[in-house]
């Protein structure tokens, strides 16, 4: 009898365990969407396209790329938290949603931590300060001056309220002990092409979505927050070189899945991920845009979003920041 019921156990194991091995050897059998939740010509639009591309050569079936923006990007986010844990809906996420939107709110429809399975990051670069050419400031210290002098009334562009532009104005205002007025769009695309067009005096973004408005001379940059000179950028100075080293937040991005996917198909997506990453096309994109490639382990990135997070809500807390201000 005993022997019958440990059969029997051991059949019911694996038959619940085999369909989801067989299902993971076969993986993908189908096209896959990606999910950008910014819309397109934003950092994290740029930066998935030719990642998608590629990923699709890899993994043997188209990688489709979907915009859902809207929330700074809470809503594309949720929309992958929701999807089935199969390896077909993924999400190419970023600070703003990931690390930014939690440290403002309580109230997020997900937790970054726990609703979201981390399959590798993707890259890492410098947020910058950038203002309109016709805008006086040439330096940080002008443009403080400016600010303090026009108490209120300077206004900072950012694709939304707690995003990542939202969180750098912040830690930028109390490190400058300045009053600069925060003007959120619904996409960050709105909001560079008004301070572009001179609607707004200056914005914080990645350096991958800006390399183009400041090679064409369209923003004039002020500073970044590296610890070293861009070597893409090497003129523009660094947050410690012009007085402000604890200005220090930097833009990521990275892919994951809904929790819960199962790990050899998240082993298999971080394979193909990694060799599409470290490829030297990829290296070159990615490092022309100013930024660099870092490609680790889902443990890794999940450590990373950890304390990457604890950090926002840090800067949130002491500027006593809120999604209106």
């Given at each position: 009898?005993?022997?019958?019921?440990?059969?029997?156990?051991?059949?019911?194991?694996?038959?619940?365990?085999?369909?989801?091995?067989?299902?993971?050897?076969?993986?993908?059998?189908?096209?896959?969407?990606?999910?950008?939740?910014?819309?397109?010509?934003?950092g994290s639009d740029v930066r998935a396209r030719p990642v998608a591309e590629r990923l699709g050569q890899v993994l043997g079936q188209p990688v489709v790329v979907e915009?859902?923006?809207?929330?700074?990007?809470?809503?594309?986010?949720?929309?992958?938290?929701?999807?089935?844990?199969?390896?077909?809906?993924?999400?190419?996420?970023?600070?703003?949603?990931?690390?930014?939107?939690?440290?403002?709110?309580?109230?997020?429809p997900f937790d970054p931590l726990k609703d979201l399975q981390p399959i590798s990051q993707a890259a890492q670069g410098s947020t910058v300060l950038l203002v309109h050419p016709g805008f006086a400031a040439r330096s940080v210290a002008?443009?403080?001056?400016i600010c303090k002098a026009r108490t209120g009334t300077v206004s900072c562009a950012s694709g939304g309220a707690g995003s990542l532009a939202h969180?750098?104005?912040?830690?930028?205002?109390?490190?400058?002990?300045?009053?600069?007025l925060h003007v959120p769009y619904k996409a960050a695309g709105q909001a560079h092409s008004d301070v572009i067009a001179g609607h707004g005096d200056m914005l914080f973004d990645y350096f991958v979505s800006m390399s183009g408005f400041i090679r064409g001379g369209r923003l004039r940059p002020l500073?970044?927050?590296?610890?070293?000179?861009?070597?893409?950028?090497?003129?523009?100075?660094?947050?410690?070189?012009?007085?402000?080293?604890?200005?220090?937040?930097?833009?990521?991005?990275?892919?994951?899945?809904?929790?819960?996917?199962p790990r050899p198909i998240v082993d298999r997506?971080?394979?193909?991920?990694?060799?599409?990453?470290?490829?030297?096309?990829m290296l070159?994109?990615?490092?022309?845009?100013?930024?660099?490639?870092?490609?680790?382990?889902?443990?890794?990135?999940?450590?990373?979003?950890?304390?990457?997070?604890?950090k926002a809500r840090?800067?949130?807390r002491a500027t006593g920041g809120t999604l209106d201000g």
């Amino acid at each position: 009898m005993k022997h019958a019921r440990r059969r029997f156990l051991l059949g019911a194991i694996s038959g619940a365990v085999l369909p989801r091995v067989s299902q993971a050897q076969r993986y993908p059998s189908r096209p896959i969407r990606l999910i950008v939740p910014h819309g397109p010509g934003s950092g994290s639009d740029v930066r998935a396209r030719p990642v998608a591309e590629r990923l699709g050569q890899v993994l043997g079936q188209p990688v489709v790329v979907e915009n859902r923006a809207g929330g700074a990007g809470v809503v594309g986010t949720q929309s992958v938290v929701r999807a089935p844990p199969d390896g077909y809906t993924l999400l190419f996420g970023a600070v703003s949603e990931l690390g930014a939107a939690p440290a403002f709110r309580d109230d997020l429809p997900f937790d970054p931590l726990k609703d979201l399975q981390p399959i590798s990051q993707a890259a890492q670069g410098s947020t910058v300060l950038l203002v309109h050419p016709g805008f006086a400031a040439r330096s940080v210290a002008e443009l403080v001056d400016i600010c303090k002098a026009r108490t209120g009334t300077v206004s900072c562009a950012s694709g939304g309220a707690g995003s990542l532009a939202h969180l750098s104005l912040l830690a930028f205002r109390h490190l400058t002990g300045t009053d600069i007025l925060h003007v959120p769009y619904k996409a960050a695309g709105q909001a560079h092409s008004d301070v572009i067009a001179g609607h707004g005096d200056m914005l914080f973004d990645y350096f991958v979505s800006m390399s183009g408005f400041i090679r064409g001379g369209r923003l004039r940059p002020l500073m970044h927050s590296g610890k070293v000179r861009n070597p893409a950028f090497p003129a523009i100075p660094t947050s410690a070189e012009v007085g402000l080293p604890k200005f220090d937040l930097v833009a990521w991005n990275g892919l994951l899945a809904p929790a819960r996917t199962p790990r050899p198909i998240v082993d298999r997506l971080h394979a193909a991920f990694v060799k599409v990453m470290r490829s030297g096309d990829m290296l070159r994109i990615v490092a022309d845009a100013g930024s660099e490639v870092v490609a680790g382990t889902p443990e890794e990135f999940a450590a990373f979003m950890r304390d990457y997070l604890h950090k926002a809500r840090e800067v949130v807390r002491a500027t006593g920041g809120t999604l209106d201000g």
